[in-house]
């Protein structure tokens, strides 16, 4: 047999078994796992394992390394691979930094290519809603109803409106993603103030599109992939240098694409663009010599999509950047680098996991007894607030971006 030959009676295997053949970007996450010493240092560490147990999650090493072999062996993970909030807690810690994120994300893709069946139901309506909207979230109907309750929280929050902008060849583009665009607006608001506050060039989309996150996560590469390419013309035809976001997975994810795609254009969190491209002078600046500032003692929670996809060190300038406001004291939970729970879709489908993860959070958050708990993203925010609010606790859960631009004072 020629090797023409030989090669074209595997690609005929493959077909007939439907074994889909890894993509090159998936290559290198597919290799790690033969590096796995079955240490079982993930599983001790998976928060998932820690808050439902190895029987409801069998745990990283188990998925990653015993499962994901070939389709029949990935089919049967179907019950648990949708659990992973896909954190990077267990990547973080392997000594031989198996990409177990990144080969969960790999088995659900071929689920939901070739059996569908499997997909949790509430994942097949999220795929609809982004499929027919290129958003996360249902938008709005009633868009004087948006725009009603958007007025009524600014209101709230005592912060100004700055009027929506799209301005070709600006330097920034600021990209809000989709629980800031239809959900938590004032994260949108607060993040304009921001900038325009510190007279930064940007624009927003005349559109807003998806970044393909979720589809990633439910296993819609396909989806995914069509819309960071959307994105990706949208960017370019704007003709912007950079870009800044609000949400930690939007960061992450389009710092992955951006770097893929050969976008060759920055990415920042909006924390990250006030402490490296603001500058700490100029973002200190306007809280010298300000007459009295209202104490807040707080506490702050690390997204994994920042600490664990992007950088540790977003989390230290959010740090500095609290430190910048008097009368801002933190108060660290010991907890702060641990996932909510809110991450990976597993709260469309499975709530009561989601919300286990994140009782430990809770307690931690608690015992400090601080005012507010801040987290420069607005899923972990969502997540954290809920919990605390069933928990009976009266600590105000806020959005770094929100809090600091609440308390930038007026220009004179
Ligand atoms: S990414 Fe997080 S939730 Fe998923 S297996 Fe790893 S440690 Fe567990
Ligand atoms: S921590 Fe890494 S090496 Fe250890 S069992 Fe998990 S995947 Fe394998």
């Known amino acids: 047999m020629s090797d023409e030959q030989a090669y074209e009676a595997v690609k005929a295997t493959l077909k007939a078994e439907r074994i889909q053949p890894f ?34 999650f069998s745990g990283p090493r188990s998925i990653a390394v015993e499962l994901s072999r070939s389709p029949p062996e990935f089919w049967t993970t179907s019950d648990k691979v949708y659990l992973c909030t896909g954190c990077g807690t267990c990547r973080e810690v392997c000594p031989r930094k198996v990409n177990i994120p990144a080969v969960v994300n790999m088995i659900r893709t071929r689920i939901f290519a070739q059996r569908p069946d499997l997909v949790p139901k509430a994942l097949l309506d999220e795929h609809d809603v982004i499929v027919k909207h290129s958003l996360a979230f249902e938008p709005w109907a009633d868009q004087e109803e948006k725009s009603e309750s958007r007025k009524v929280r ?19 583009l600021f990209y809000p993603g989709c629980q800031a665009e239809e959900r938590a607006q004032e994260v949108k608001e607060a993040a304009k103030y921001i900038l325009s506050y510190f007279g930064i060039n940007y624009t927003l989309l005349d559109q807003m599109s998806c970044c393909g996150l979720p589809s990633k996560l439910i296993g819609d590469d396909e989806t995914a992939r069509l819309l960071a390419g959307r994105l990706q013309d949208k960017v370019k035809s704007l003709g912007v240098k950079k ?5 930690a997975g939007c960061t992450s994810n389009l710092c992955d694409i951006s770097a893929r795609d050969g976008w060759g254009i920055p990415v920042y969190h909006l924390v990250e663009f006030l402490a490296e491209e603001i500058g700490f002078n100029k973002v200190s600046r306007p809280f010298k010599g300000r007459g009295r500032f209202t104490p807040a003692k707080v506490t702050i929670h ?43 879709m597993v709260g469309y489908h499975s709530r009561d996991v ?16 601080a005012d507010t708990v801040v987290t420069p993203c607005p899923l972990c925010t969502a997540q954290i607030e809920s919990n605390l ?7 105000v859960v806020e959005d770094l971006t929100v809090f600091f631009a609440r308390r930038l004072p007026q220009k004179r």
């Not at 005592?158 to 920034?172: H, I, M, Q, T």
């Not at 870009?243 to 949400?247: A, G, L, P």
């Not at 910048?324 to 641990?338: A, F, R, Y």
């Open 354 to 369: 989601a919300d286990a993860v994140v009782t430990e959070n809770v307690a931690a958050i608690s015992s400090t007894e």
């Open 302 to 344: 690390d997204p994994c999509h920042i600490i664990r996809h992007t950088s540790r060190q977003i989390a230290e300038h959010a740090r500095a950047i609290l430190n910048l406001i008097p009368g801002v004291t933190i108060e660290e939970s010991g907890m702060s680098d641990s996932c909510c729970g809110g991450g990976g």
């Open 23 to 56: 993509k090159r970007d998936e290559l290198e996450a597919v290799r790690s796992v033969e590096g796995c010493i079955n240490c079982g240092l993930c599983i001790g560490h998976c928060p998932v394992v820690r808050a439902v147990g190895v029987e409801r």
């Open 389 to 395: 609010f069933r928990a009976g606790s009266q600590t």
């Open 243 to 247: 870009i800044v976001t609000t949400c």
């Open 154 to 172: 600014l209101e709230t929050l005592g912060l100004p409106s700055v009027p929506d902008r799209v301005v070709p060849g600006a330097d920034v």
